[in-house]
C-alpha cells in the first residue's frame, strides 16, 4: 500500500528525488507521520528523515541533513525526499514507512515503530 520510487544510478554530486505513494481505499497519509529509512548491504536499515502529519515538521539524521529535504503531499496522498550532493555512502536501498496518528519525534525515528512499509527503491551512487 505504499509505493517508493524514483531511485537509480547518479554520479558523486549529483541529484534524485524520491517519492512514495500510498495507494488503496483505506490508507490516507492525512493522519499519518511518515518516514524514510536506508539500508546499505551487510548493515542495519537506518533513519533518513521523518515529517510529522500534523505540523509537517521535519527531521533528519546528522548524515543527510542540509542536502536532504522530505516533503509531504496529502492532497496527492505522497512524500517526497529530496536528495542533493549525493555521496557514494548513501547508496542503500530506501523504503518509506508510515504511523497512524500524531507520532513524536522519537517515535519517528525508530523503524521498529512504523506500521506500514513500500517495498524499497534502490540508490546507487558511483562515479
Known amino acids: 500500500q505504499l509505493q517508493a520510487s524514483g531511485g537509480g544510478l547518479v554520479q558523486p554530486g549529483g541529484s534524485l528525488r524520491l517519492s512514495c505513494v500510498a495507494s488503496?481505499?483505506?490508507?490516507?497519509?492525512?493522519?499519518?507521520?511518515m518516514g524514510w529509512f536506508r539500508q546499505a548491504p551487510g548493515k542495519e536499515r537506518e533513519f533518513v528523515a521523518a515529517?510529522?502529519?500534523?505540523?509537517?515538521?521535519?527531521y533528519y539524521a546528522d548524515s543527510v541533513r542540509g542536502r536532504f529535504t522530505m516533503s509531504r503531499d496529502n492532497a496527492e496522498n505522497t512524500v517526497y525526499l529530496r536528495m542533493n550532493s549525493l555521496k557514494p555512502e548513501d547508496t542503500a536501498v530506501y523504503f518509506c514507512g508510515a504511523i497512524r496518528g500524531q507520532p513524536i519525534m522519537s517515535t519517528l525515528k525508530n523503524g521498529a515503530r512504523y506500521e506500514f512499509w513500500g517495498q524499497g527503491t534502490q540508490v546507487t551512487v558511483s562515479s
Open positions: 515529517i510529522r502529519s500534523s505540523s509537517s515538521t521535519t
Open positions: 488503496g481505499r483505506t490508507l490516507s497519509i492525512y493522519n499519518m507521520g
